[in-house]
């Protein structure tokens, strides 16, 4: 199974910038399909964004498409989240997941499909 580091959370003011990392160790083999979810104080938790390895079609929730960008470094392992414009509903705890299926844009969005998870990074945006 592997490991999953989540990284870069912060405070930010509304209409900033922040960029999550999560670093995936032990069997990289299990990280095919890598995502980001999220949860607010109250909430279930949600989908973000996700990216498959070799694949340039990352697929993002409807909510952050055209602010948020997915990114992934093979080479490293790695899997980040580039969070501009940011509005105070973008509050929440981050998560990173991986899986090691090749994920379907049905499937990407649903939490029971990943089989790994980070501990979480705090973003906090002020109005």
């Known amino acids: 199974q592997v490991q999953l580091v989540d990284s870069g959370g912060g405070l930010v003011q509304a209409g900033g910038s922040l960029r999550l990392s999560c670093a995936a160790s032990?069997?990289?083999?299990?990280?095919?399909?890598m995502g980001w979810f999220r949860q607010a104080p109250g909430k279930e938790r949600e989908f973000v964004a996700a990216i498959k390895w070799g694949d340039s079609s990352p697929y993002y929730a409807d909510s952050v498409k055209g602010r948020f960008t997915i990114s992934r470094d093979s080479a490293e392992n790695t899997v980040s989240l580039q969070m501009n414009s940011l509005k105070p509903e973008d509050t929440a705890v981050y998560y990173c997941?991986?899986?090691?299926?090749?994920?379907?844009?049905?499937?990407?969005?649903?939490?029971?499909?990943?089989?790994?998870w980070g501990r979480g990074t705090q973003v906090t945006v002020s109005s």
């Open positions: 997941a991986a899986d090691h299926r090749s994920l379907t844009f049905a499937t990407m969005p649903l939490m029971g499909w990943y089989g790994s």
């Open positions: 032990g069997d990289t083999h299990s990280s095919y399909t």
